[in-house]
């Protein structure tokens, strides 16, 4: 964003990081597979999802994350919302994480829209006092009005993201992860997602932002991570990691 | 729209240890909500089970075979330790899928991940203090005096949701791993049930077999539950014993679980 950002102290900061998965999920398990710990070694039917993935990250940036389908997009924004730790090299997050992730996943399907608004909302890390404070607020954005005491198990998939998106993009914390769960949802909220999403950049957030739309990334981001089999090919100025993107996929 | 509306954005946040309690209570509180709010017995479904289990032991063994074990009345000589065990037996089955059931808000949320444990502790924790009403109806209703030994309550609540949690923490990771030990927990639960001092006492035991029941850390915990109404219950080695091995379990539980965190969070 402006200049004066880069000086500050990075707030995301991934270093030489990597995580393996194992290719067959059903294959047999041992004990050594549970406390492997960080070894470096590779087992036969294992891959590197990440592998020496090195980068910071500066309050008030806006980072779109690029890359075909399976290329680790995902999993490098999990290991930023440190839901998943690193199997060698260091992912250090200063700062709460607001993740747009699996958005839906803390709702209750028989508790009412109001209970599950402070179920996830606390869950999150925020207070009963605050959550009064921002109640309103979440659900005129969510438009529930009507459907405070309504049970969430009786609400349509679009009502859902709508007050999943709501009740996450009201955290108070500092970084906020975007994957693409936008898809979903009508034209009409969407475009307010997007309008939120940018009111929040504005007011000094970290975005970190994985998406197949170019013009999305070129909406929000003015950075890009190019991912490549695991490994970042390129970070540099969003511009230039698209066309690079653009290049690849065309041959 | 106008950037006004972002609210206090960056505001700077110390490491947040009420965090953890606070989340500890909203997930475990969400649990007995949700199943008060979906059953119309609620409340009683709680006290239901060790309710009846305690009428079909006292009818066995009271009024069916000529009794030898136990002390007078049966019934509070019962449920002293059955309500205790509906709260092991419920938090140890349930950390079976302790990840699984929440694997969702596992992969979504950074809280620390043994909430997902301890969450199940307290949750039928709860509902073990929500059924001691029970106990001290039948107490009434049945002339049993409780004793001095009643201030042990909070020490044998302490003890037990340290045996619990160190077994949790053990449990809950490796069954990510190995599905077939959600089973064999099941089953490992039901010898355990006979196995501990439940319908008989530890000193209906014959001598030699004394020993080995030492061994069980739910003795000494019964016995420290047991003795408010039955002073002669009281065991003190036993309960060392339960409380070495709980601290124990525990020590073991927070390694176990520390080192298979990692492989956890890729599993679900």
Avoid at chain 1, 94 to 110: S, Y
Avoid at chain 2, 228 to 242: I, K, Q, R, S
Wanted: proline share 4%; net charge positive; hydrophobic share 45%.
């Amino acid at each position: 964003m402006t200049d004066g950002t880069s000086l500050a102290a990075p707030v995301i900061e991934v270093r030489n990081a990597g995580i393996r998965y194992r290719r067959n999920k059903r294959g047999r398990r041992s004990f050594k597979d549970l406390f492997g710990g960080e070894t470096r070694r590779l087992r036969p039917d294992e891959f590197w999802a990440l592998k020496q993935v090195d980068f910071t990250v500066r309050p008030g940036e806006a980072i779109g994350v690029v890359g075909r389908n399976g290329q680790g997009k995902s999993t490098l924004l999990k290991l930023v919302a440190e839901v998943v730790m690193p199997d060698e090299g260091v992912v250090s997050v200063r700062g709460g994480v607001a993740p747009l992730i699996e958005i839906t996943g803390g709702f209750v399907d028989d508790l009412t829209v109001r209970e599950n608004v402070y179920l996830t909302a606390g869950l999150h890390g925020m207070t009963r006092r605050e959550i009064d404070a921002r109640f309103d607020e979440i659900i005129d954005f969510a438009e529930l009005g009507d459907f405070l005491e309504t049970p969430y198990k009786h609400l349509s998939s679009g009502m859902r993201v709508r007050l999943a998106f709501s009740v996450i993009s009201r955290l108070e914390e500092p970084i906020l992860l975007v994957d693409e769960v936008l898809a979903v949802g009508d034209r009409g909220f969407r475009e307010k997602c997007y309008a939120r999403i940018e009111e929040l950049l504005a007011g000094g957030r970290t975005l970190f932002f994985v998406s197949h739309s170019e013009r999305d990334l070129r909406r929000f981001c003015t950075r890009g991570l190019y991912l490549e089999r695991g490994r970042l090919v390129l970070d540099g100025p969003i511009e230039d990691v698209l066309e690079r993107y653009a290049a690849d996929t065309a041959t | 729209m106008t950037s006004a509306a972002v609210s206090a954005p960056l505001r700077e946040r110390g490491p947040d240890r009420g965090r953890y309690w606070r989340v500890l209570w909203l997930l475990a509180t969400r649990d007995l909500k949700v199943r008060y709010s979906t059953s119309s017995l609620g409340y009683l479904w709680s006290i239901l089970d060790p309710l009846l289990m305690s009428v079909i032991y006292w009818f066995v063994f009271t009024q069916v075979i000529q009794r030898s074990v136990g002390e007078e009345p049966y019934i509070v000589f019962l449920l002293s330790a059955l309500l205790p065990w509906m709260w092991f037996n419920g938090a140890v089955g349930d950390s079976t899928r302790a990840f699984l059931r929440e694997a969702k808000l596992v992969r979504s949320t950074k809280i620390p991940r043994t909430i997902w444990v301890l969450r199940l502790v307290v949750s039928k924790g709860i509902e073990f203090l929500f059924s001691l009403p029970v106990i001290a109806a039948f107490a009434v209703f049945s002339g049993a005096t409780v004793n001095a030994d009643l201030a042990l309550l909070p020490v044998a609540i302490l003890l037990q949701a340290v045996l619990t949690t160190g077994i949790g923490l053990i449990v809950a990771p490796l069954v990510v791993f190995f599905r077939d030990l959600e089973r064999a927990v099941k089953l490992a639960l039901r010898f355990v049930f006979y196995a501990s001092p439940i319908v008989y006492s530890t000193r209906n035991l014959p001598e030699g077999w004394h020993q080995l029941a030492a061994f069980n850390p739910l003795s000494g915990l019964f016995s420290l539950y047991r003795s408010a109404f039955f002073a002669a219950e009281l065991d003190w080695y036993l309960v060392g014993v339960a409380a070495a091995i709980s601290v124990a379990l525990l020590g073991i539980g927070l390694l176990v679980f520390r080192r298979s965190e990692r492989a956890v969070l890729k599993e679900i």
